[in-house]
């Protein structure tokens, strides 16, 4: 990132937006110039329009439609409506955001949480959606994965064994499994511990594989919870309580980070690890830096829990007539 500051000859504050974009920056790599413009004609070709200027990555973040370059002072309105000379160190930071985050990867992310948009219900055929459901059902009544002899009654329903139907869950990325075939995961519950942990109104606790599956599991539930993750970066606790539909995040700035590893393989390999909650988009911003293997976007609150909804608010619905039943 490229960043310059351009301003007329001993501009009272130049230091000031300098000293602000330090503190805006946090750390994050960039290369800070400042441009000393002497007349009108090389501030027009430059782009300032007032002094100071700032410039990111060659584009001016505070621009006017139809300003003209200028060698007068300019003025900054804060967050709190008050003019200043130079942007406030929020103001800043939702600039350099913004330019970190610009357009998504060509693997969508959502899709790697919706199985590239096939979504996470099993097909009826072959029993593997009424098996998927009691695994489902399993873990929001236990907060524990069945073993497999647990999913045979349903399995001979069908006319199949429950192994067989487990490993063609498998195959679809429904379920994942460990080194001894055992369920280890089923979309949006991990049989072992995460970063999110989920508190269902019965009282029973469950794992969520990624935030985006903690989001979605009151909604597929039809139930109140709370869900409580921690901020990679900076080790915060982030909950999210979710109570007659609603959702109240805490603290009030956090987002979700979503993004992906690569276009293909299993969602636990691919976008897990990249689907967390983070106390703020400064947070999520540094733990993109810090992970560049990923490739995503900075989701809000509202997308987020919209996200968690569509992919697994209809897991449970009611499952289709076993095959030769009407």
């Known amino acids: 990132m490229r960043i310059s500051v351009l301003t007329v000859p001993d501009c009272p504050n130049a230091p000031v937006v300098e000293e602000r974009l330090a503190q805006a920056l946090d750390g994050r790599e960039a290369d800070v110039e400042r441009v000393d413009v002497g007349d009108p004609e090389q501030a027009a070709r430059l782009g300032m329009t007032g002094s100071p200027t700032v410039l990111i990555d060659g584009a001016d973040p505070f621009g006017l439609p139809g300003a003209h370059g200028s060698l007068s002072c300019r003025l900054y309105r804060g967050p709190d409506g008050r003019a200043e000379g130079a942007p406030s160190v929020v103001d800043l930071r939702r600039a350099l955001d913004a330019v970190d985050f610009t357009g998504n990867c060509d693997c969508s992310p959502p899709d790697a949480a919706d199985r590239g948009g096939r979504g996470r219900l099993a097909p009826v055929a072959g029993g593997l959606r009424a098996v998927q459901q009691v695994v489902l059902r399993h873990f929001a009544s236990t907060g524990h994965a069945p073993v497999t002899e647990e999913l045979e009654a349903e399995a001979a329903a069908h006319g199949r064994t429950a192994a067989d139907i487990v490993a063609d869950l498998a195959a679809g990325d429904f379920l994942v499994l460990d080194d001894h075939e055992g369920i280890r995961a089923a979309y949006p519950f991990s049989d072992v511990p995460t970063a999110h942990r989920v508190r269902i109104a019965t009282g029973v606790e469950v794992w969520a594989m990624c935030a985006i599956d903690a989001l979605g599991i009151p909604d597929m539930l039809g139930t109140d919870a709370v869900i409580t993750s921690a901020d990679p970066v900076i080790g915060d606790t ?14 009030s700035t956090a987002v979700v980070y979503v993004g992906q590893r690569s276009c293909t393989g299993p969602a636990a390999d691919v976008a897990c690890g990249a689907l967390n909650f983070f106390t703020s988009r400064r947070t999520a911003c540094a733990w ?16 987020a829990e919209a996200l968690g909804r569509s992919v697994f608010g209809s897991l449970l619905a009611a499952a289709e007539p076993r095959e030769g039943r009407r």
């Open 238 to 251: 982030i909950t999210v309580d979710s109570a007659d539909g609603h959702m109240s995040w805490q603290p």
């Open 288 to 303: 993109a830096r810090q992970n560049p293997d990923y490739t995503g976007k900075v989701v809000d609150q509202s997308n």
